[in-house]
């Protein structure tokens, strides 16, 4: 459909022979392309991650209904799933979730025919290592959507893995406390993480965070607001972490906590490196996708934006890809780490001079964990580093900058 005009159109038409497609109709027809999901990020007609996560139902379903011999019953459970996964997504006070499919009474009553495979189950598994892999490839500087870790959740409970995926919590309903597979979670980013670039950067304590206890299962009271005493370990970890109490219920308050309960969970990369083996399969490609997270920074980072809110918006999601991109070089060998930081200095060597002097003292601080020093505030007040995060109750020290007349 996209080739130029031909003879016979040209005479039927009046057109002239060899003209091409308007470059309007061409991007309407590209976008009705047909293709695996890989296929069409790499012709860039799927630009995100919250994209693939609108795609991947489609293929879970399937194997989520392989277990069904009955070929009815398999039309039926492949509709029910991607009828369910299409349903809006509600954000919901008290760690309380909406109802799963498997709660469902009519998908319960058939649950019984559904046969176990180990085939499909392995199926699940590589669908799984192969989806996620594919992601980050392709945005590597992004944290996997909400959407997404639900379809991931779902192919490791097809796969009999017990995988403690975690959501990005919301820090407008955020109670104060996170529920124990986020606790799971940092425990296992602490045996991946410990000793590494990404733990001295961010000056984790790996050995306290192997330790912290899951949450008594005695129920507190609804809708309560937690304090110090609050008796979740990671929640009040996280409070300190970010030198705020708990039980403000104060949106940028709540903001400081979660990303310090992302930096220690490491939002999922920890898992999917350590329990999925990623770190084996994507090794030769992390400098790259390390390199890759800190160009998109420095574009996002040199935007003109007219709003307040719009900078507070590039200032978090630019913070989180840092953290990205600090994970894939913890994952790096010595010799590749240090060949793959000397490439992103190089870059950063040729940034306009008022963001290098803007930015400097993250570099600075990605220097010093490089050493193998854990950034503590003490190196960082004595070397004129900061570690980049994205939340703060006042204004952030690169918006500050912007200010002063630095752009």
Known sequence: MLQPVTCEEAT????????????????????????????LIDKELITSGDTVARLLPAITAEICSAGFRDTSLRMLSVATYRAFRQRRSLLLLDLQSQVRMNELPWVAAVEDQRETDAVVAEAAKQFLIESAAMTLCAFPQAILPNKLIQEFAALGAMAKLDLPFVEEVASDIFMGTFSNKYIRSARQAASLTGGTLYANYYDIDAGQLAMLPDQPKS?????????????DALARLCAQRADERLGTWRPAINGKIIEQQQILTTQNLALLFGELGLKTLLKDRLASMAEECFRWICIRQQMKLRFYHSSLVMI????????????????????????AIERIEAHFAIQPGGFRERFLPAIRGLRVAASGAP?????????????????????????KLQTNGVA
């Open 375 to 399: 950034l503590t505030e003490a190196r960082q007040a004595s070397e004129g580093a900061q570690v980049f995060i994205g939340w703060t109750t006042e204004r952030h020290w690169l918006l």
């Open 219 to 231: 129920r507190r009271k609804r809708f309560s607001r937690p304090d110090a005493s609050s008796r």
């Open 12 to 39: 039927a038409y009046s057109l002239l022979t060899g003209s091409g497609i308007p470059p309007g109709i061409r991007r309407r027809v590209e976008r009705c392309r047909k293709g695996t999901i890989a296929e």
């Open 316 to 339: 978090k999601n630019t913070a989180y890809a840092w953290r990205q991109m600090v994970f894939y070089l913890a994952m790096l060998d010595e010799t590749e780490r240090r060949y």
